[in-house]
């Protein structure tokens, strides 16, 4: 009979913990070759090692146990080699999918050094480059944090993906509303997508275009008068909205608590006015 070893002294053997071999166990990879009925001492042999040396090499590239399994119990070249094609597969998309999320941090990363050393309270003219948006619809009013979560929450059923990143989601008023000096509510929610994103419903792709920018301390509640001032300022230049504003909170209570640190950037799209 092959010598045995205690399932601690296997364990320490093979750099694995005793909870492991026991989910081995009741996932049937790995069954004891004796149980002592008295203690509940479990025993493995020799001839056992092989078999947990495939599991932990199986389970080093991350192929599942029921994976596993089925292949222990139907032990063939060409099964083996099927699995580890599917499982490269598998790795693959991974990589590909932790890229996209590598390139959405840095775009959260670069928006946030932007929005710290942003120059407040300037207004400039500014190229808004192509982008693509999701544009809903939505008169509201935003007195508070708590009156952004309806429409966020119809943003998040159409698509929960997207949102899980922070700074993406704005609010707009229509040019008809800009030209007309009424800025007391907003005329719908839009959620900005980066190129990596993906998205199930309708995008609208606006065009480069350009545009008068104004950032400022503070959040939504606090935007009236700056699109008073933006306003002022386009018309003063003979310019005219031409769609709606851009309005997105840069750093708000998402990021920080301290009030004194919140950045918005109004954005409104311009040209020069014509008469009909």
């Given at each position: 009979?092959?010598?045995?070893?205690?399932?601690?002294?296997?364990?320490?053997?093979?750099?694995?913990?005793?909870?492991?071999?026991?989910?081995?166990?009741?996932?049937?990879?790995?069954?004891?070759?004796?149980?002592?009925?008295?203690?509940?001492?479990?025993?493995?042999?020799?001839?056992?090692?092989?078999?947990?040396?495939?599991?932990?090499?199986?389970?080093?590239?991350?192929?599942?146990?029921?994976?596993?399994?089925?292949?222990?119990?139907?032990?063939?070249?060409?099964?083996?080699?099927?699995?580890?094609?599917?499982?490269?597969?598998?790795?693959?998309?991974?990589?590909?999918?932790?890229?996209?999320?590598?390139?959405?941090?840095?775009?959260?990363?670069?928006?946030?050094?932007?929005?710290?050393?942003?120059?407040?309270?300037?207004?400039?003219?500014?190229?808004?480059?192509?982008?693509?948006?999701?544009?809903?619809?939505?008169?509201?009013?935003?007195?508070?944090?708590?009156?952004?979560?309806?429409?966020?929450?119809?943003?998040?059923?159409?698509?929960?993906?997207?949102?899980?990143?922070?700074?993406?989601?704005?609010?707009?008023?229509?040019?008809?509303?800009?030209?007309?000096?009424?800025?007391?509510?907003?005329?719908?929610?839009?959620?900005?997508?980066?190129?990596e994103d993906r998205f199930d419903g309708k995008v609208q792709d606006l065009?480069?275009?350009?545009?008068?920018?104004?950032?400022?301390?503070?959040?939504?509640?606090?935007?009236?008068?700056?699109?008073?001032?933006?306003?002022?300022?386009?018309?003063?230049?003979?310019?005219?909205?031409?769609?709606?504003?851009?309005?997105?909170?840069?750093?708000?209570?998402?990021?920080?608590?301290?009030?004194?640190?919140?950045?918005?950037?109004?954005?409104?799209?311009?040209?020069?006015?014509?008469?009909?």
């Amino acid at each position: 009979m092959d010598k045995l070893f205690r399932i601690g002294d296997v364990a320490k053997l093979f750099h694995l913990s005793v909870s492991s071999l026991r989910h081995y166990e009741k996932a049937g990879l790995l069954t004891p070759e004796y149980i002592a009925e008295d203690t509940g001492y479990r025993y493995y042999s020799t001839r056992q090692f092989e078999v947990l040396n495939t599991i932990r090499y199986l389970r080093m590239l991350d192929l599942p146990l029921s994976e596993i399994a089925d292949f222990l119990q139907n032990r063939e070249v060409d099964q083996i080699e099927e699995k580890l094609r599917q499982q490269k597969e598998t790795v693959i998309r991974k990589q590909q999918e932790l890229h996209r999320i590598e390139r959405k941090i840095d775009h959260r990363l670069s928006q946030l050094q932007d929005a710290r050393n942003s120059k407040l309270d300037i207004i400039r003219t500014v190229t808004c480059p192509p982008c693509r948006i999701v544009w809903i619809p939505d008169s509201l009013k935003i007195q508070s944090p708590d009156d952004m979560e309806p429409p966020i929450r119809r943003l998040e059923v159409a698509q929960s993906e997207a949102l899980i990143f922070l700074g993406k989601v704005g609010v707009g008023i229509l040019a008809e509303n800009l030209n007309q000096g009424r800025f007391g509510q907003y005329d719908g929610i839009f959620l900005s997508l980066d190129a990596e994103d993906r998205f199930d419903g309708k995008v609208q792709d606006l065009p480069e275009t350009v545009g008068v920018s104004l950032r400022f301390r503070g959040s939504h509640p606090e935007a009236p008068e700056q699109y008073g001032r933006l306003m002022a300022y386009i018309r003063e230049k003979g310019l005219r909205a031409t769609g709606f504003s851009r309005e997105v909170t840069m750093i708000d209570y998402g990021l920080t608590q301290d009030t004194e640190k919140f950045v918005t950037e109004i954005c409104i799209p311009v040209e020069p006015f014509r008469l009909a």
